[in-house]
């Protein structure tokens, strides 16, 4: 029974598998499904029935996603499938692990998910400095293109599927859908307005999905061992498994692929080996930089989307950042703060304006200048900048650490302003 | 309709629309900048957000941004909630952080959008106390400032000058708070439509440059509803004076003719208003001086032009009623047309179709709704700019319906362009060169004017047989392709104009009856474009058979002994020697203008007219709409409306009255004067602000005791701020204004709805009454082929420089080129000229710059005439080129901004 | 869409180098619009080119016919696109959060005082521009640096050191 579909084959002592190795491992499985006639209405309900969800950050139900897109003859010819391999999210690191350990299940994805939209064109939106996914990925394509697994009339089916590799020229926003697609498409990445969703009028005006790619590497498991097996996989709530990272000053940091529910003591005193000597843990963002804060109290929690949420953040990449004691948690807020403020397309107001406000007060903060009047619009801001209010999501996941970093740190926050200085520092 | 509740109140709204246009039509204040009426929403500034509620019982509500949410039935919203109201006001606290607060400096302090949704959104207290981001600006040629450091972002200078107008070297730049929006390089911005960013801008980056010379508030600004006299659309304009000098032009809104938008010749090119040069006294040559006329003087000559023996040549750029009183002076059949006589004969097509059922002749707004367009040898943007604008507009149609499939509202600006990408509703450009439009053409081809004709005959011909057939082998796909596209569309549109003879727009006519009878249409719209701002006005009151060339042989030959010229250098009409000989026999001749001419040299009387802005007028434009232009300013010297001085009329009202009973097709010519009572509880409305200042201090260097006011004894308005505004009736309204509202954007509190009408608004009178059904033209007898070194001619236009009168401005004159010839290269190259060479042109013998383009027709040459004197009327369709010792003229063609420059290899 | 010049502008465009042209043709074949082969040459002529010269983004705007002010509004919009000069070789300095709390402060400052170069500065030899970028994905391994195409991760002084020499050395 294989129980980690995401990474069986990775070894990154030693180059990623070719075609070959990749086949015998019971690679490209899904495609002899589809040779024998598995519809593209088959596939989507397949992928409805494995519960699976959205693994960039938003955790949206992949089947329901794709099902808006426009089917039958009246739709638009042409679909686009969009691979978002432009992993910027501070402290995620699981995406490369993926597309430099094993590139074709990436690809087998990618073709699982485009017969399923029937789109013929997919782009890969890869982040430019992944040089080595780069170069793997560019390896495996070829590969597959020669095999037959790309191309026109893939195993024999009218199916045709071109992969094309894209790599940006580098802005967080990119990870935002629509804004990856404006960058696709050699535009400003300005983040689209929704609706019309990208299932309707997406690259270049036509129906595209964009998809990330953990998210698609879990397709080829659920096609060639079955909707059951990939319910086996998790202990909780939800489906599959998924990669869970842990960064900051613990024992043995890393990335592992681990059935979702485990509670999260599990993750980070087991796998990432607890802190490291002389360090107490002092609160965790559970899913990179766009998520709040959650506290030592909070470990029995169950790495599950809904329990996290229920516990005021969200699990979003799953790649854990570690606030230890011995860090000034001021500055922790400070440093993503200054990324989201440079990050900012600039294209609406509280987002652009807003970011770059909270980043000049955390210096303030940081050089012993803040004051009273400056954390209140720190608080301001928290909702200011939050959902709704903003054009996309950036601005709103700034807000995240912002405002638990301000709950739950509150006493650091007012130290820094009766100190006047980072008390951390020595 | 649906209904809507805006805090509590029940509201009908059209649900096709969003929620911010609604507020504003039903005349709420809800802040907005990067929503624009004619741009839709984007969804960037986020001012405009409102609170949402699921249903009644939601005390909650959700904060929505009213651009971008549609008004669907049922709908309730909040503008007075908490969150709202204390959100809209975060925005503005945000926008303000790098703004630089220097209202007092700045262009736009006083009619600001900015500084009306800052006050409106409660913002009043700065709570940043960090460093500005600043920028750093850039020089944008001679109409536009940058001042980036008071930029707040909105995107709305790019969506205009990029998205809605075409323009290519504006852009975005940087990210996160540097955006920046500037050309990728210092120059001249090179639209046509540049100017209209002073008005987008809802604050100051973009302003008026020649206004910032000589500044002044928009308060203290003394403004009445004009007309622009710089070509035939007639877009309406707000002049301001200030000290006796024209400072500005703005855009007044019109819903059917301009809108929001003018062009740059029309906004930029007044100041000959101002200049030095003008005509401002009445003077006689004695021994080749002038000499000063006494009142009894100027009495007696009028008497003795009053005799016998006189004939008037009228003026296209003069009013009906200048017009009007020299043919009363002079009588009908000595009332000459004041254009070329290959004018004329295209402005009797023009006007006999004027009046054919089979043909309509679209407004601008309705030349937005085309959804298929045949260009025929026109080229609008130098001719007709604002039509350019509008046609920009019209290719979008398409985009529109795959919208609405899409089920995409019409409003979500940016979503509607992604969808429909590349595109556009069919317009076709059959032109013997390049044009300003090819990059939203789906067609074009270019070839000679015979050509041209031949190819609108075979269109027409292939919409319906019964038009008189015509073959072009060589374009034969593209006409079937174009036959086609027209046949196809709910509303085609057919463009022509006389700036290259009749031909083309009687083929252009064919084409349109051909459509007419093929589909059984309603009337098909024909758009046929003139040169001047009273062309058809003039075209309407002269003869058909009293054409310039025949008043000029009258003269020569001695069968009229007088000449009174009205507003009119006939150098630019006729040839030089015509002209000469007609002027040299004549026993006297009087010349009324405002400006200085060639003519006016070999006047023996001149009367000085005033301009524009100094007096009250009406226009026809060129699809027959008649306008009202209201007297801005007092001519500060002797100069007078040329009727005055011809007739003894004391009213316009009454030259407009008798103009009307007495000259055809002018009946409903009186319409365009403020109805009913007029006078609000008997008073009137002021040309000057409420707020206009320093009345008693701006003439104390004279007189320290403040003067009575200027009595303005002929229209309504008044010069003075006494009185009742016109904010009781927009259709004597200048520049709007409304209490909260002192920006542009205020013309949402005059509409019907936004972009409706005005409330009790005047769009001005159509003069044409449809009475007849023609028949179609023939085609013409195959045409002289060009003979060893000739060219085929095709005059063309450049928008700066044209216009006889805009061409004095000085900012126009700073975007000027000098007359050219433009030729292919292998024309060129065969006659051994190159690129900037000075060369001459057969018959005249002038001198012109040689224009190399990659774009032109080979075997045609367009030619240019620039301010230089060279007359149209010197060339019968062919010309020929040498080389010329000469050196290159004052300008050169380095302000010349077209696609196909043949660049130099490096 | 065609662009309009000013007659009397002289064209400031590079010609590019059939490599240049060759590559971009081939992008042209992978994107069905000229705008997105716009950003591709960017990147391309930055690949040969080192930067993005004001002649390079004129001869890319020229060969496509796009609006060069379209093509600056891409360039200057992305983090990795240089419109001015660097170094033979970019570091691409991570300085995100979990770099942040693995010490990369002071990491950035050995590198600024081996090289004398702040963010955004070029050594004085020509050898290093330093860039700030944002997390770069490896945080597991944290702080992590690129120079050029390479990775360089757990970060210490003395690696930092040897990763300097070891590039002079390459070069020389």
């Known amino acids: 029974m294989v129980t980690k579909p995401l990474t069986k084959n990775i070894d990154m002592s030693r180059p990623p598998l070719d075609i070959a190795g990749y086949e015998a491992n019971e690679g490209y499985q899904s495609l002899n499904a589809i040779a024998k006639g598995l519809s593209p209405e088959d596939v989507l309900q397949l992928v409805k029935d494995s519960g699976l969800k959205g693994r960039g950050g938003a955790g949206f139900p992949t089947g329901l996603k794709w099902s808006f897109v426009p089917s039958g003859d009246n739709s638009p010819k042409q679909k686009y499938l969009v691979v978002n391999a432009d992993e910027m999210e501070p402290g995620t690191f699981k995406d490369r692990l993926l597309m430099e350990g094993d590139p074709h299940l990436l690809l087998e994805g990618m073709l699982i998910a485009a017969y399923t939209i029937q789109a013929s064109k997919a782009y890969i939106f890869l982040r430019g400095e992944y040089t080595v996914s780069e170069q793997a990925l560019k390896k495996a394509i070829k590969e597959a293109y020669k095999k037959g697994y790309l191309g026109k009339n893939i195993l024999g089916t009218d199916f045709d599927l071109d992969i094309i590799m894209h790599t940006s020229a580098g802005r967080y926003i990119c990870g935002e859908e629509t804004a990856l697609l404006n960058a696709l498409e050699g535009k400003r990445a300005n983040p689209r307005a929704k609706p019309p969703f990208p299932q309707v009028s997406g690259l270049w005006g036509k129906p595209t999905i964009v998809n990330n790619v953990e998210t698609i590497c879990n397709l080829p498991g659920i096609l060639t061992y079955g909707v059951d097996w990939y319910h086996g996989l998790a202990k909780g709530n939800d489906h599959g498994t998924k990669l869970f990272g842990v960064s900051g000053k613990v024992k043995t940091p890393g990335c592992w692929e681990l059935p979702l529910g485990l509670p999260i003591r599990e993750l980070i005193e087991n796998y990432a080996g607890g802190m490291q000597d002389g360090l107490e843990l002092r609160g965790f963002l559970p899913g990179g930089g766009s998520t709040d804060f959650m506290l030592p109290g909070h470990l029995d929690i169950t790495l599950d989307y809904d329990e996290i949420a229920k516990a005021g953040s969200r699990l979003a990449t799953g790649t854990m950042i570690i606030l230890d004691d011995k860090t000034c948690p001021v500055g922790m807020v400070g440093n993503l703060m200054k990324f989201y403020a440079h990050e900012s397309c600039g294209f609406c107001t509280p987002c652009r304006d807003g970011l770059p406000w909270v980043d000049q007060i955390f210096r303030d903060f940081e050089n012993g200048l803040g004051s009273e009047k400056d954390l209140q619009i720190l608080h301001d801001h928290v909702t200011y900048l939050g959902p709704g209010r903003t054009f996309c999501a950036l601005a709103p996941g700034a807000t995240a650490p912002l405002g638990s970093g301000l709950k739950y740190f509150k006493e650091d926050f007012e130290k820094h302003i009766t100190e006047k200085r980072c008390s951390y520092k020595h | 309709m649906a209904k809507i509740v805006i805090d509590g109140v029940e509201y009908e709204v059209n649900p096709d629309n969003n929620l911010l246009q609604e507020c504003l039509s039903q005349g709420l204040d809800l802040p907005y900048f990067c929503w624009h009426p004619s741009m839709g929403s984007v969804g960037a500034c986020r001012q405009c957000a409102v609170t949402q509620y699921r249903d009644e019982d939601d005390k909650e509500g959700m904060l929505v941004m009213a651009c971008m949410t549609p008004a669907t039935d049922g709908a309730i919203i909040s503008l007075e909630d908490k969150q709202a109201k204390s959100f809209r006001s975060d925005v503005i606290e945000s926008l303000m952080i790098s703004h630089p607060h220097d209202c007092p400096v700045c262009e736009e302090g006083g009619e600001c959008h900015l500084q009306d949704m800052t006050q409106m959104s409660g913002h009043n207290y700065r709570r940043y106390d960090k460093k500005k981001r600043t920028h750093r600006n850039q020089y944008l040629g001679p109409f536009i400032n940058h001042e980036m450091n008071r930029c707040i972002t909105c995107y709305r200078c790019v969506r205009y000058y990029d998205d809605y107008a075409g323009g290519t070297d504006l852009s975005a730049q940087a990210s996160h708070h540097h955006v920046y929006f500037g050309r990728h390089e210092e120059g001249v911005l090179e639209s046509e439509f540049s100017g209209n960013l002073v008005e987008v801008c809802p604050t100051g980056v973009f302003t008026d440059k020649a206004f910032s010379g000589q500044y002044s508030r928009k308060w203290d600004l003394q403004t009445a509803p004009s007309v622009c006299v710089g070509c035939s659309v007639g877009c309406n304009t707000a002049p301001g004076e200030r000290y006796g000098t024209l400072r500005r032009i703005v855009n007044r809104y019109n819903s059917e003719v301009n809108g929001y938008f003018l062009c740059d010749r029309g906004r930029f090119g007044f100041d000959y208003v101002n200049s030095r040069k003008r005509l401002l006294e009445p003077v006689k040559r004695v ?94 943007t130098n001719v007709a700019p604002r039509i350019a604008l509008a046609l920009r507009q019209s290719v979008r149609n398409k985009a529109m319906d795959l919208a609405s499939e899409s089920r995409i509202p019409q409003w979500q600006d940016a979503a509607v362009r992604e969808l429909a990408q590349h595109e556009r509703s069919p317009l076709s450009i059959l032109s013997p060169a390049v044009s300003r439009l090819d990059d939203i053409a789906a067609d074009r081809v270019i070839e000679s004017l015979p050509a041209l004709v031949a190819m609108g005959h075979q269109i027409a011909n292939k919409i319906s047989g019964s038009a008189p057939a015509a073959t072009s082998a060589e374009h034969d796909a593209a006409a079937e392709k174009i036959a086609a596209q027209l046949k196809g569309a709910k509303r085609p549109l057919i463009v022509a104009g006389s700036s290259n003879g009749s031909d083309l727009v009687k083929a252009a006519a064919n084409i349109a009856r051909a459509l007419h009878e093929d589909g059984e249409k309603a009337a098909i719209d024909l758009c046929l474009l003139v040169p001047e701002v009273n062309s058809i006005g003039m075209g309407l009151m002269a003869a058909e058979e009293n054409s310039l060339g025949v008043a000029l042989d009258k003269l020569s030959s001695s069968a009229a002994k007088r000449v009174i010229v009205l507003e009119n250098d006939l150098y630019r009409r006729a040839s030089k020697s015509q002209v000469d000989s007609a002027l040299d026999k004549a026993e006297k001749v009087l010349v009324l203008d405002q400006v200085t001419t060639t003519t006016t040299a070999k006047a023996d009387v001149v009367l000085p007219v005033t301009a524009f802005s100094e007096h009250e007028a009406t226009y026809i434009n060129y699809e027959g709409r008649a306008q009202l232009s209201f007297q801005v300013h007092q001519c500060q010297k002797m100069a007078q409306p040329a009727w005055r001085w011809i007739s003894d ?165 700073e975007r000027m080129t000098d007359a050219y010839v433009g030729i292919c290269p292998e024309d060129a190259e065969r006659r051994g000229l190159a690129q900037g060479d000075v060369a001459t042109i057969t018959p005249t013998g002038a001198p012109v710059v040689v224009c190399i383009r990659t774009g032109v027709k080979p075997g045609t040459a367009l030619l240019y005439c620039g301010d230089a004197n060279i007359s149209p009327a010197e060339f019968t369709g062919f010309l020929e080129i040498e080389k010329s010792a000469a050196r290159a003229t004052s300008r050169g063609i380095a302000n010349l901004i077209v696609s196909d420059f043949q660049e130099e290899e490096i | 869409m065609s662009q309009q010049v000013i007659a009397s502008t002289a064209t400031k465009a590079r010609k590019l180098s059939a490599e240049e042209i060759a590559e971009i043709e081939h992008e042209m074949t992978l994107y069905p619009d000229k705008k997105a082969v716009g950003l591709e040459a960017l990147k391309i002529v930055q690949k040969n080119q080192g930067w993005v010269s004001d002649e390079s983004l004129f001869g890319i705007a020229e060969y496509l016919d796009i609006p060069v002010a379209d093509l600056e509004g891409v360039a200057t919009f992305f983090n990795l696109v240089y419109r001015e000069p660097v170094g033979k070789n970019v570091i691409l300095f991570c300085d995100s959060v979990s770099c942040w709390i693995m010490g990369c402060e002071s990491i950035k400052g050995h590198i600024k005082q081996q090289l004398d170069i702040d963010y955004g500065q070029t050594s004085e030899d020509g050898d290093f521009t330093l860039i700030p970028v944002p997390c770069l994905g490896d945080c597991d391994r944290a702080p992590v640096m690129m120079v050029g195409p390479d990775m360089h991760r757990n970060l210490t002084p003395e690696k930092i050191d040897s990763i300097i020499s070891d590039y002079k050395n390459k070069q020389d």
């Not at chain 2, 179609?776 to 070194?789: E, I, R």
């Open chain 2, 287 to 380: 021994d080749n001086t002038g000499e000063l006329l006494a009142d009894d003087e100027i009495k007696a000559v009028i008497k003795e032009f009053s005799r016998e023996g006189t004939i008037g040549i009228g003026s296209p750029r003069a009013s009906n009623e200048s017009n009007f009183a020299l043919k009363t002076m002079v009588g009908d059949e000595n009332f000459f047309a004041g254009y070329s006589d290959s004018e004329h004969e295209s402005m009797a097509a023009i006007l006999t179709l004027a009046s054919d059922k089979t043909f309509h002749s679209p407004s601008v707004r309705e030349i937005e709704e085309a959804d298929a367009v045949l260009i025929l040898g026109e080229d609008v």
């Open chain 2, 649 to 813: 009329a004391a009213h316009i009202d009454d030259v407009i009255e008798r103009c009307c009973s007495e000259a055809p097709g002018f009946a409903k010519l009186r319409d365009v004067l403020p109805g009913g009572n007029p006078f609000i509880a008997g008073m009137k409305v002021p040309r000057q602000s409420h707020r206009y200042s320093g009345r008693t201090a701006m003439i104390a260097n004279v007189n320290v005791h403040e003067p009575k006011q200027m009595e303005d004894k002929e229209s309504i308005m008044s010069f003075s701020m006494e009185g009742i505004s016109a904010q009781k009736d927009p259709s004597i309204m200048a520049s709007p204004w409304a209490p909260k509202w002192t920006s542009n954007q205020s013309i949402s509190k005059f509409q019907d709805e936004v972009n409706g009408e005005l409330k009790q608004g005047h769009v001005g009178s159509l003069l044409f009454e449809k009475t007849d059904s023609g028949a179609y033209f023939d085609v013409p007898a195959a045409t002289v082929q060009p003979s060893g070194k000739q060219l085929h001619l095709a005059l063309s236009y450049q928008i700066f420089g044209s216009d006889e009168l805009s061409a004095r401005a000085e900012p126009i004159r």
